[in-house]
C-alpha cells in the first residue's frame, strides 16, 4: 500500500496541472514574430546538422564533434550556423556541401521531422485535425 502513495501524488499533480492549463490556454496569444526570432536563437539548428552530415555517413560521434566545432566558430563570430560562408562549414568536414543550407533554416528544421508526431507542417496539421476530432467526440 505504501506503493500507491507517490501515485496518488502525482494523480493530484496532473490534475492540477490540468486546471491551470484549463484556465491558461484560452487567454494564450501566439506572436508569430516574436516565437519565430525565439526559435532561431540558440543554435536550434545544430542537430539539423549532425543529422545532415549522418545522412552523409559520418559516424554521430564524429558528426557531434565537428558540430561542436562549427559552433564554437559561430559564437566566436557572433553568428548563427547558416550565415557561416560555406567554404567555412566545409572546413569542419568534407561533407558538407551548398545543400547544407537547406537543413539549416528554421522552414528546414521542421519539414525534416516528417514523422508521426513531427513538426513538418503537414504533419502538425494532421495533428490539430486529430485533436479537433477527439475534443469534437462524445466522451463515455
Known amino acids: 500500500q505504501e506503493d500507491k502513495?507517490?501515485?496518488?501524488?502525482?494523480?493530484?499533480?496532473v490534475e492540477q496541472?490540468?486546471?491551470v492549463y484549463a484556465a491558461m490556454i484560452p487567454s494564450i496569444?501566439?506572436?508569430r514574430?516574436?516565437?519565430?526570432?525565439?526559435?532561431?536563437?540558440?543554435?536550434t539548428t545544430a542537430t539539423d546538422l549532425a543529422d545532415y552530415l549522418?545522412?552523409?555517413?559520418v559516424p554521430f560521434r564524429d558528426a557531434h564533434e565537428v558540430v561542436g566545432r562549427a559552433v564554437k566558430h559561430a559564437l566566436e563570430?557572433?553568428?548563427?550556423?547558416?550565415?557561416?560562408?560555406l567554404e567555412v562549414l566545409k572546413g569542419f568536414s568534407v561533407h558538407i556541401d551548398a545543400d547544407v543550407f537547406e537543413v539549416l533554416t528554421l522552414e528546414g528544421s521542421l519539414q525534416a521531422r516528417a514523422h508521426f508526431g513531427g513538426t513538418?507542417?503537414?504533419?502538425?496539421?494532421?495533428?490539430?485535425?486529430?485533436a479537433r476530432?477527439?475534443?469534437a467526440a462524445p466522451h463515455a
Do not use: M, N, W, Y
Open 5 to 13: 502513495e507517490p501515485l496518488f501524488d502525482c494523480l493530484d499533480t
Open 17 to 19: 496541472c490540468i486546471a
Open 29 to 31: 496569444e501566439v506572436r
Open 33 to 43: 514574430e516574436r516565437t519565430r526570432a525565439s526559435a532561431l536563437q540558440g543554435f
Open 54 to 57: 549522418v545522412r552523409k555517413g
Open 77 to 85: 563570430h557572433d553568428c548563427d550556423l547558416a550565415e557561416l560562408p
Open 120 to 130: 513538418a507542417p503537414a504533419r502538425v496539421r494532421e495533428a490539430v485535425v486529430r
Open 133 to 135: 476530432e477527439r475534443l
